[in-house]
C-alpha cells in the first residue's frame, strides 16, 4: 500500500495529469474513427512521447490504448463500423439495439461494463501479477493449440440458426487467415500471384468490409428503414432494472474471460472480446436472443477487452514479454528511455510502475466521466439524413484501412469483402464466426506445428498435458454435443406432422 500511495501521487501530478487527460480523449476520438484502432494510434504519437520523462510517456500511451478501446465501440454500436478489431463483435447485437431506438441505453451499459472490466483488470495488475505470470508461463504451444481450438469449435456457436453454417463461417475465416506467407517455410499460399497479399490479409480490412460496406450498400439498396433518429436525455441512457439483471453478470464473466487472455501473451483483447461472446451466448438460458439486440451482446466483450488491455501489461512490464503489437510499442517506449522492463522493474523504477497503474484508474474515471456526458452527441450522428453521412463514412473506411500499410489494394480489398459481406447478409450468413476463425486460424496452425516438433510427431502426447488434456477434452466433448443436438433438430424436423392443405383455398 505504501508503494500504491507513492504511485497515485506520481500520477497525481500535474504533468502526468495532463497527459494523461490528453491521452484518454485522443484515444477516445481515435477509437471512434472506423478502422484506425490503438495500434495506429500508439505509433503516432510515440514520437511525442520522446521528449517527455518516461513515466509521462507510459501514463500518455497507455491513456491512449485503452482509450481507444472504449471509443472503438461508438461505431460499432451507432454505425455498424467496429472502430477498433475488438469491437467487431459489438456490432453484432449493438447496432441491433440501435435499430430498436435504444443506442443510449447500449452506449452507457458499454461505457460501465468497460469500466468494470478495466477495474478489475487494475485490481488484478496490483495483487495478482506474479501469480497470473507464473500461470501464463506454464501455457505453452500444446496448450495455446487447445484453447484456441476451444474456442474455435465454439465460435460456430455465436451464428444464428445452423450449426452447420456456423462452423462453414469459421472453416472459411481459417482459409483467408492462411492467406500470405508461410511463417514456417516461407511459401506463399492463396496469394494469387499479388504482391500485396503476401502479408497476408489485415483484420482491419477484414471488419471494416464485412460490417461497414455491407451495411452501407444494405442501407442505400433501402434494406434498412431509415435512420434511427433519437432525442438523447440521461433518463433515456439509464438501463432498467431488467436491463441491469441482463447485463450484470455477463459482465462480471466477461471481464473474467478477458483478465485471464490478457495476460497471456499473443492473445489480447481482439480474442478476449470474441470468447467472450461466444461463451455467454453458450450459457445463456435465450441463446435465440443474441444477434437481435441482447445487451448481453454488447456488456460481456466490451468488459472482456478492457479487462484485457490492462492485464496485458502483466507480461509486458514483468517479464519484458509484449501480450500483443500494440504492447510491443509500449515495451519500445520503455526501451528508448533506458529502462529495461523485466522483473526487476518493479524494485528498481517502483515510482513509474506504480506511477502507471495508478494512472490507470485515473485514466478510467476520466473515460468514465468524458464518456456519458458525450453519448448524447455521438447519438445526434443518427441524425444526419444518411444520403449525406454515408459517403463520410466510405471516406472514413478508407482513410483508415489505407493509414495501416499506406496500400491502396487494401482499399480494394475492404470492397471486396464488402461485397462478400452483402452476400452473407442475404443468404443469412453471421461474420462473427468468420472473424473468430480468421484471428484464431494462425494462431492455431503456428502453435499446433510447435506442439508437434516438441511431441515429435506423437498426437497423444498433447493429452499427457494436464491443461492441453482437459482442453482437448472438452473440445470432443463440445464436438459431440454440437452432433446430438443436430441430430436432436433433424429428427424433430423430420418427425413433424405436415401441414393440413385447405381445399379452398387458392393456388
Known amino acids: 500500500m505504501e508503494l500504491f500511495t507513492i504511485g497515485f501521487v506520481t500520477a497525481l501530478s500535474a504533468q502526468n495529469l495532463l497527459y494523461c487527460f490528453l491521452g484518454v480523449f485522443l484515444g477516445t476520438f481515435i477509437g471512434v474513427l472506423p478502422g484506425v484502432g490503438s495500434l495506429a494510434a500508439v505509433a503516432l504519437l510515440l514520437p511525442v512521447t520522446f521528449y517527455l520523462e518516461p513515466t509521462t510517456a507510459l501514463v500518455m500511451l497507455a491513456g491512449v490504448y485503452y482509450g481507444a478501446e472504449y471509443g472503438g465501440s461508438t461505431a460499432s454500436i451507432l454505425l455498424n463500423l467496429p472502430g477498433t478489431p475488438s469491437s467487431a463483435v459489438t456490432c453484432i447485437d449493438g447496432y441491433q439495439l440501435t435499430k430498436q431506438g435504444r443506442a443510449g441505453v447500449a452506449l452507457f451499459v458499454t461505457t460501465v461494463a468497460s469500466f468494470l472490466g478495466g477495474s478489475v483488470g487494475i485490481l488484478l495488475l496490483i495483487f495478482f501479477a506474479p501469480a497470473i505470470v507464473s500461470f501464463a508461463l506454464s501455457f505453452g504451444p500444446a496448450e495455446y493449440f487447445a484453447a484456441m481450438l476451444f474456442g474455435l469449435i465454439g465460435a460456430a456457436t455465436i451464428s444464428q440458426g445452423s450449426p452447420l453454417k456456423g462452423l462453414a463461417m469459421v472453416a472459411f475465416g481459417v482459409l483467408v487467415g492462411s492467406i500470405g506467407t508461410d511463417s514456417h517455410s516461407g511459401v506463399q499460399r492463396f496469394t494469387l500471384g499479388y504482391l500485396q497479399l503476401f502479408e497476408g490479409v489485415s483484420l482491419v480490412v477484414l471488419a471494416m468490409g464485412l460490417f461497414g460496406v455491407s451495411e452501407i450498400i444494405a442501407s442505400v439498396r433501402g434494406q434498412q428503414a431509415g435512420r434511427f433518429a433519437q432525442k438523447i436525455r440521461l433518463r433515456d441512457m439509464l438501463p432498467g432494472r431488467a436491463d441491469l439483471r441482463r447485463s450484470f453478470f455477463p459482465a462480471v464473466r466477461g471481464t473474467a474471460v478477458g483478465s485471464l487472455l490478457g495476460a497471456l501473451p499473443g492473445a489480447g483483447p481482439s480474442i478476449a472480446a470474441f470468447l467472450s461472446y461466444a461463451l455467454e451466448k453458450r450459457v445463456s438460458r435465450e441463446p435465440e436472443r443474441f444477434g437481435k439486440g441482447a445487451l448481453e451482446g454488447v456488456a460481456s466483450p466490451e468488459a472482456a477487452n478492457n479487462a484485457a488491455v490492462q492485464t496485458a501489461f502483466i507480461p509486458t512490464l514483468s517479464l519484458g514479454i509484449p501480450g500483443s503489437a500494440t504492447m ?180
Open 328 to 507: 510491443a510499442i509500449m515495451l519500445g517506449a520503455l526501451m528508448i528511455h533506458g529502462i529495461t522492463p523485466g522483473p526487476q522493474l518493479m524494485t528498481e523504477h517502483p515510482q513509474l510502475f506504480w506511477g502507471l497503474v495508478a494512472s490507470f484508474w485515473i485514466g478510467n474515471l476520466l473515460l468514465l466521466v468524458l464518456n456519458i456526458p458525450l453519448i448524447g452527441i455521438w447519438v445526434r450522428l443518427l441524425t444526419i439524413p444518411y444520403r449525406l453521412l454515408y459517403p463520410g463514412i466510405i471516406v472514413l473506411i478508407c482513410m483508415g484501412v489505407y493509414s495501416l500499410r499506406s496500400n491502396p489494394f487494401d482499399i480494394w480489398m475492404v470492397l471486396l469483402f464488402g461485397l462478400i459481406g452483402y452476400g452473407m447478409r442475404l443468404l443469412r450468413f453471421e461474420p462473427a464466426p468468420l472473424l473468430i476463425g480468421f484471428v484464431l486460424g494462425p494462431m492455431i496452425e503456428d502453435n499446433f506445428r510447435r506442439a508437434m516438433i516438441l511431441a515429435r510427431g506423437d498426437f497423444l502426447r498433447l493429452f499427457e498435458r494436464p491443461i492441453a488434456g482437459t482442453l482437448l477434452a472438452l473440445v470432443i466433448l463440445l464436438l459431440l454435443w454440437m452432433l446430438v443436438s443436430a441430430l436432436r433438430t433433424r429428427r424433430r424436423t423430420s418427425g413433424a406432422p405436415a401441414l393440413p392443405i385447405d381445399s379452398t383455398s387458392g393456388p
